[in-house]
């Protein structure tokens, strides 16, 4: 299946205690800690398919994010968009955002990351910091949506998080759209 790139939409994102964020959802959405470990914890076999990484438009409620991180906007920024699968099976759509100052700095090696897992790259970085998540409920006629009703024949809203990472003076905006076979789904219905 080809994906188009970039796939994603803009969204609405809020704080997770102003959102009717499911509990069974919380321990997904709200985990602190590299995401790809967890998904490895749920797998015999994880992988990254990278849909397209390079210099992109932006969404305004991007820019927030880095305007509140004191990062001046507007910038260009390379765009990276990945599903994350457990087992061959597609769990998790990714997109992230890199100003183009952190994809020049060297030892987050952004250009090279290809196949391997940004959270390898940042997760490594002694310095991390990682702002408050952010939550969004996409529903049925977003791209993503529409994607994971193609992959698992499944049409429901799905559940994203994001978030704003810091390390080396750099900043790197990481947002990630939960698909259908993330387990609190099955809590849901
Ligand atoms: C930030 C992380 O990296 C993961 C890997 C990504 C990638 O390879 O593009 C994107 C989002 C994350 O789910 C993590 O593992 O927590």
Redesign the pocket.
Known sequence: MTIRFPLAQPSHWQRPEVTDLPAAAESWLLAE?????KLKLHSQHFS?H?IGQQTAPVFESEFDMFRRHHKRVPFEAVV?E?I?SCDDTPW?F?R?IFPLSAVNQKNLNLSN?GS?????S??DQTDLLRSPFEVSKLDINNSIAKLNKKLHEKSHPLWGRRSL?QTSGQQVL?S?VFLSPVPFYQELS
Request: net charge neutral; charged share 10%.
């Open positions: 800690g590299s995401l790809t470990q990254v990278v990276r990945v994350l998790v990714a992230s990351i391997t897992s940004l959270g390898q940042l997760f990472f990481v990630e």
